[in-house]
């Protein structure tokens, strides 16, 4: 179960940490990635993460801007976002899924099988 935190109302330009945290001893053997979706539109991929951490990968739009890492230790996934614009408004979920490493589908929410509630992070201008 993966139970997310963070998010909510920030001005452009701002920050926000949005938190995945999940429980079971897999976890840490998990890619996690985060997906976002906006009203009418389809899930966007915005960042993974190996199990290890030692990978990472992000969507073109929030490269530079944000950084996924994880803290297997308290079985938590972390994507700090900087630099945020209105455009990223969305609800935001972290997803875990057992074959995402070792099949590289990082990017495609098909690969994911387990899904946090979502959290609603909206950017003013």
């Known amino acids: 179960q993966l139970v997310q935190s963070g998010g909510g109302l920030v001005q452009a330009g701002g920050s926000l940490r949005l938190s995945c945290a999940a429980s079971?001893?897999?976890?840490?053997?998990?890619?996690v990635g985060w997906f976002r979706q906006a009203p009418g539109k389809e899930h966007e991929f915005v960042a993974a993460?190996?199990?290890?951490?030692?990978?990472?990968y992000y969507a073109d739009s929030v490269k530079g801007r944000c950084t996924i890492s994880r803290d297997n230790a308290k079985g938590t996934v972390y994507l700090q976002m900087n630099s945020l614009k209105p455009e990223d408004t969305a609800a935001y979920y972290c997803?875990?899924?057992?074959?995402?490493?070792?099949?590289?589908?990082?990017?495609?929410?098909?690969?994911?099988?387990?899904w946090g509630q979502g959290t609603q992070v909206t950017v003013s201008s």
């Open positions: 993460i190996s199990g290890s951490g030692g990978k990472t």
């Open positions: 997803a875990t899924g057992a074959y995402v490493e070792s099949s590289g589908s990082y990017y495609h929410e098909g690969g994911y099988d387990d």
């Open positions: 079971g001893r897999t976890f840490s053997t998990y890619a």
